[in-house]
């Protein structure tokens, strides 16, 4: 059976001989827009360089520090942990939602302050989450007229249970691909917790909305299929990002401005607010997940386009498909180039190399296999007579 050239970079064999492997081929390459079809977002720098953001309350003019300063149950279990993938476990194993969006971001700042490095950790089988909202098949959830919520607050509800998700989304990708961080690179995981420090704000500012409405987070069932995809995801760092920032947290990007409308028509000006600030802070979190499907791309010898298209029927398999309406503007500023997921978008260069796809990832994947054998060839060759 063939393995797909992108999986080959987290398998066993790769990680151990990954460190024999000749400098030029796990370098990465400054991104070339004579090369790739990709522009950055111009503001992730200054998202990654920004300081700590303790403006987890809601106040009259917006985002602000909580009134009260955090305290909750467990904070002592992440003094002993000296790792960031042990830090990411520990948010990943606390159910109350509450404490594990405060956990988060206390754990994203332990490790930011104190510098801790990267580290190895085993995440759990699943995250833990609380008695509430009950898990049921999309099919199951009830229509606004039947949830016992006015509209504001069912929508808010819906996505304070996304932004749940999203907290854990991040932690496991760290958690879950530490072992591969010398490939990988720090900045990936350091991105990832980020991202996971950000959705926890995200969440406590529903939280707090929802409460403010007279409702908990909890009051109404919730599906489960965002973890669903992350767990299909869970061996392959490219699909990983595939079906989680490029494709969920994109249609975040898409609905947002149609749920602010939705806000600003039922009246609930405070909420729209505060899903309109959650959707420009979205830009960013896309942003990464371009920037490191692209990194992940070059490693690899592949062009980042054809790959994603070449993803299309393991999106299949998810049950997740690419379709509109887009925000092509908020899309756009992500960096994420319209031919990778918009059908009517034609890359000519991408047309031209399409038939022989599947035989350059064969090639690709030879290339690796023939290297890390003589790498590990070599090594027993030169060890010691024992």
């Avoid at 151990?16 to 400054?30: A, D, E, G, H, V």
């Avoid at 061996?235 to 079906?243: E, F, G, M």
Wanted: hydrophobic content about 35%; some cysteine.
């Amino acid at each position: 059976m063939q393995i797909h050239p992108l999986k080959l970079m987290l398998s066993p064999t790769f990680a151990r001989c990954s460190s024999n492997l000749k400098p030029y081929f796990l370098k990465t390459k400054p991104f070339s827009s004579s090369s790739l079809d990709f522009s950055p977002w111009s503001g992730l720098q200054s998202w990654r360089e920004s300081p700590l953001n303790k403006n987890r309350f809601w106040g009259p003019n917006g985002p602000q520090t909580p009134p009260s300063s955090i305290d909750i149950n467990g904070t002592s279990l992440l003094d002993s942990a000296s790792s960031l993938a042990e830090l990411g476990a520990l948010v990943l194993s606390t159910s109350d939602p509450l404490s594990k969006s405060k956990l988060s971001h206390l754990a994203f700042s332990k490790w930011r302050n104190e510098k801790l490095p990267i580290g190895v950790y085993d995440p759990p089988s699943r995250p833990a989450r609380p008695p509430k909202p009950e898990l049921v098949s999309p099919k199951e959830i009830p229509a606004p007229k039947d949830s016992g919520m006015p509209l504001n607050a069912y929508m808010l509800h819906n996505l304070a249970h996304v932004e749940l998700n999203a907290i854990d989304l991040a932690w496991d990708t760290v958690v879950r691909f530490s072992p591969f961080s010398k490939i990988l690179e720090e900045g990936f995981f350091a991105d990832f917790a980020h991202v996971a420090d950000d959705e926890s704000r995200h969440f406590a500012w529903c939280s707090q909305r929802l409460d403010e409405l007279g409702f908990r987070y909890g009051d109404m069932p919730a599906h489960n299929l965002l973890w669903r995809e992350c767990e299909k995801s869970s061996d392959d760092v490219a699909a990983r990002l595939a079906v989680i920032p490029l494709v969920q947290e994109a249609r975040g990007l898409d609905a947002g401005p149609r749920l602010v409308q939705k806000l600003v028509g039922f009246g609930d000006n405070k909420t729209s607010k505060i899903v309109a600030r959650i959707a420009d802070e979205e830009v960013a979190h896309v942003a990464v997940g371009v920037y490191w499907f692209v990194s992940v791309c070059q490693k690899m010898g592949r062009a980042p386009c054809s790959t994603f298209k070449g993803l299309a029927d393991l999106l299949m398999e998810y049950n997740v498909e690419l379709k509109g309406p887009f925000n092509y503007s908020a899309r756009d500023e992500a960096g994420i180039p319209r031919d990778w997921y918009d059908k009517s978008s034609t890359n000519k260069q991408d047309e031209v190399t399409k038939p022989d796809t599947t035989e350059k990832l064969s090639v690709v994947y030879e290339r690796l296999a023939s290297i890390i054998a003589m790498e590990t060839e070599n090594a027993s060759l030169n060890k010691p007579a024992g």
